[in-house]
């Protein structure tokens, strides 16, 4: 009974801990700039929440919902596009037996492992020689590879038996249908958990639009936020909370919508 009251006391601290800067920002978008440096943690009154929403909306003739598009662009084209490249390379893994099958599988772990920092200034250099800076396809395509996409549907591909894939040869589809028709159904799990974790990483993409984007017209959501100023250049505190707050309900209703597909998977390879 001690132990299990230990238990819960500690899980009660760990969900303040993270439940608290959700609250913040959410009463943060009932106050205005004074309120905010006043330290309270109760709430504002509502006339400055609808201020605060019509600052955002109308905020350089509604440079907002530019960047509102501009996210759900990137990233329903990039989560996509990743997810059906990762999807082929793992059918791939899991049909064919060639030559460095498992040599290769090690090293795309190793490439999972290599923070995306790290590839931002070749990707630099490598769209500055293609004409590419300061256009969307520079934030788009890098997030068309998506390395650790690919070892996880390898693990969802092996879950699939062999005896269907045998069936369906029997029947005399080709590869293609073989994908299309009898394997993707069969990983619909795997494919949402990987579509949700890489539109969630698209969403919150910040470094690599701050380094190939010029225009604000372009930039993402995450991005553009954080260039919210008044006439004189000074941070708009309070509309910068009430925008992160509305930049978090996409992704919010995007896992409630589909969490019952959400179902993270142990990583192997035959």
Known sequence: MRKRTLTTIVMVILALFFIFPFYWLVIGTTKNVSQLFQKSLLPGVPSHFLENIRGVFTYENGVYLKWLANSGLYAVVGAFAAIFFASMAGFAFRRYNFYGKKILFILILGFAMVPIYATTLPLFMLFRDLGLINSRLAVMLPSFVNVFGVYMMVSYWNQVSEEVFNAAQIDGANDLRIFFQIGLPNIIPGFITQFLLSFVSIWNNFFLPLVVLNSRAKMPLILGITTITDPQGFPVYNLTIT??????????????????????QIYTIH
């Open 243 to 264: 925008s992160s707050f509305f930049a978090i309900l996409p992704l919010l209703v995007l896992f409630i919508a589909m969490q019952k597909y959400f179902k993270p």
